[in-house]
């Protein structure tokens, strides 16, 4: 039987052809930085992105080929700077996270309510209203521009840490306890057990938490200094000056920064979704 | 049985170390730091007391136009933000559809551009150029071209609000897609039985089930509302907002900023930041409110 409020086909075509004009309106601006990206950079500052931009004619790659040779291939460092960030602050976030969420999801222990009070605290507070105190702080550890300056103070996430702790809880004790029953110590019923159980909860952590660093702007921007330090878009923002020749290399680095994310989304979109859904309402 | 230091009753507290780690170093500390920070002149080598003089000096219109841009941003972003992404879910849940997921996928991507690609974007469509392509666009409606980023803070906040809009849209719709699968079938059936029109279904079953949803999309944007300040930095060069004209883009970051990091006024930029936190925790408290979120029979 045809459920009650099943709609009706035209309707169905109705809604599809409203999402295709809109899902066009939002896919316009990257179709736009994608073709402006085959323009001289000249023509961008002086006319923006014009009519004739948008029309798919005389493409030259060259700009794109500029893009790793100029200023020594500067380019290539940022991307280099941004993957180190990327890989490194997942990995440890991953690791401290799980086990926190493992902790707390899978024992009862005194303060056990207090740190998670605290977790919700420490939600409840912008981290803009931190940057000065943290930037002080840095100075005296003597971390400013520096890979660990960036990575430190943000590797522990409550948000990580409560997706983590949700879906520890759902999987059966049974396992901690045939864990124990095998002799294995706490720490190995966590490292050969549950970590592998866990394996989809970090799969959703490793993509948003790799989508979040890699686009990370206000605390890469304050803690690096040196040009050859900058991450991705601590660098392009340097280029968005009207003055000197730098137009080509932040509209072509401007993609080439994009692009890799949006093939990433595409082969990982279940778990990109799984890890917004339920990290987000359950948290 | 065999025992180690990872075993027994101190098992627990060596799980949740780095927490415990990561929060008095990086947030306690922090935290404390910027109060007492507030109350002090920070020159390096003579810090020293000066009481509630930084927020006396807050009392300036420059810190009233962030607070006021801040305030119009968060209100405006809610405003957009909640009511389109709801539409847009309740359309794309209905079943039946084979494009659904195609076109959630598309209106996601936005989200994956970063802030700084994302302003560039903006400020080349909306050059100051005739033949920029929006000013080229709104010339047949009888609208002369102008230079959208150095007008009036009406245009400035457009082009915020409109930034914000294209880059959280697929993310509220996925919140809101996921809040109306945990709404049970029967509901609507019950009410179609009963005779009821799509409207009412619309106002008399979804939204009321669709409120815990609805508050946690408001708490998210009313933190993120007030703490943006990249977009302005991106969309007026980098100088906080602080570098658009007559403040137009300032928010209560940016002015953090241009006071503690470019003005080297560290205590004052902490007043900044603990207003800051005032203000948020407010209008959360009384959103939390207007919800009835406090109420105990909910």
């Known amino acids: 039987m045809r459920s009650l409020h099943t709609t009706t086909l035209r309707t169905q075509i109705l809604i599809s052809a409203f999402f295709i004009v809109i899902c066009l309106g939002f896919l316009f ?90 977790m919700l605290l420490v939600m409840m507070v912008p981290l803009q209203i931190l940057i000065l105190p943290l930037y002080r702080l840095l100075i005296t550890m003597k971390s400013m521009n520096t890979f660990q300056g960036i990575m430190f103070p943000f590797i522990v996430s409550p948000f990580a840490i409560f997706f983590f702790r949700q879906y520890v809880i759902a999987v059966p004790m049974d396992f901690v306890d045939a864990g124990r029953i095998d002799g294995l110590s706490e720490g190995g019923i966590y490292f050969r057990i549950m970590a592998p159980l866990m394996a989809p909860a970090f799969g959703a952590m490793a993509i948003l938490g ?74 | 049985m065999r025992r180690s230091i990872g075993s027994g009753r101190f098992a627990p507290y060596l799980f949740v170390l780095p927490f415990i780690v990561s929060f008095l170093a990086f947030y306690l500390y922090p935290l404390v730091s910027t109060v007492i920070m507030s109350f002090q002149e920070i020159i390096p080598g003579q810090t020293h007391f000066i009481g509630l003089l930084n927020y006396r000096r807050l009392l300036n219109p420059v810190m009233y136009t ?18 389109i992404p709801i539409l847009f879910a309740v359309l794309l849940n209905s079943p039946g559809n084979p494009l659904s997921t195609v076109f959630r996928g598309a209106l996601f991507i936005p989200t994956l551009v970063s802030v700084v690609v994302a302003g560039t ?69 019950a009410a179609s039985i009963d005779g009821a029109s799509a409207w009412y279904r619309l106002f008399r079953v979804t939204l009321p089930l669709l409120k815990p949803t609805i508050i946690f999309v408001t708490t998210i944007s009313v933190f993120g509302g007030f703490a943006m300040f990249e977009e302005s930095y991106i969309l007026w060069s980098g100088n906080s ?25 560290m205590g004052l930029g902490s007043a900044i930041g603990l207003i800051l936190l005032l203000i948020v925790l407010a209008v959360s408290i009384l959103q939390l409110n207007l919800f009835g979120f406090f109420k105990r029979d909910e």
């Not at chain 1, 020594?72 to 440890?92: A, D, E, H, K, T």
């Not at chain 2, 658009?244 to 900023?257: A, E, H, K, Q, R």
């Open chain 2, 121 to 189: 974007i903006i400020r080349l469509l909306f050059a100051g150029s005739q033949l920029a392509i929006v000013n080229s666009l709104l010339l047949p409606l009888g609208i002369k071209a102008k230079d959208w980023l150095v007008g009036n803070s009406a245009q400035a906040m457009l082009l915020l609000v409109g930034m914000a809009t294209w880059r959280w849209t697929g993310v509220n719709i996925i919140y809101f897609l996921s809040g109306l699968q945990n709404i049970p079938r029967e509901l609507y059936e």
């Open chain 2, 241 to 265: 907002g602080g570098g658009s004209p007559n403040n137009v883009g300032l928010t209560m970051v940016g002015y953090i900023y241009m006071k503690g990091f470019q003005g080297g006024a």
């Open chain 2, 66 to 83: 962030a607070i006021w841009n801040s305030f119009r941003y968060t209100v405006l972003t809610i405003a957009v933000l909640i009511p």
């Open chain 1, 210 to 283: 790799a989508l979040q660093s890699w686009n990370n702007f206000l605390w890469p921007l304050i803690v690096m200094r040196t040009g050859d330090m900058f991450t991705l878009p601590v660098g392009l923002a340097t280029l968005l000056t009207p003055y000197g020749n730098n137009y080509d290399m932040l509209i072509s680095g401007s993609v080439m920064a994009t692009i890799p994310i949006i093939i990433i989304f595409f082969i990982f979109q279940r778990y990109f979704i799984a890890g917004l859904t339920t990290g987000g309402i359950k948290g």
């Open chain 1, 29 to 118: 601006p990257i179709y736009s930085l994608i073709l402006a990206s085959f323009r001289p950079g000249r023509d961008l500052i002086r006319f923006g992105i014009t009519a004739k931009t948008l029309v798919p004619k005389d493409l030259t790659l060259s700009f794109l080929i500029n893009l790793f040779t100029t200023k020594n291939g500067i380019y290539l460092v940022w991307f280099r700077n941004s993957m180190i960030i990327v890989i490194v602050q997942n990995v440890l976030s991953l690791l401290f996270c799980s086990m926190v969420g493992y902790g707390l999801g899978v024992y009862e222990f005194k303060g056990k309510k207090l740190i998670l009070s605290l």
